[in-house]
């Protein structure tokens, strides 16, 4: 990577990358990146992003079904 290109990160645990493997996310006009491994947070626990996420306060989690 040159330094004229930039590093994203995930924006819950914070690996690059080049650490990780990172999903596009698009949520409120704004794009963000998330990892493959807290894509399951986002998902089942989107509380555990507030502070991190605008907005995240107002996704509900995916309903269990067990």
Known sequence: MTEA??????LNCNRSEEEMPLVSLRYANRQTWICSQCLPVLIHHPQRLVGKLDGADKIPPVPHNH
């Open 5 to 10: 290109q930039t590093l994203s990160y995930c």
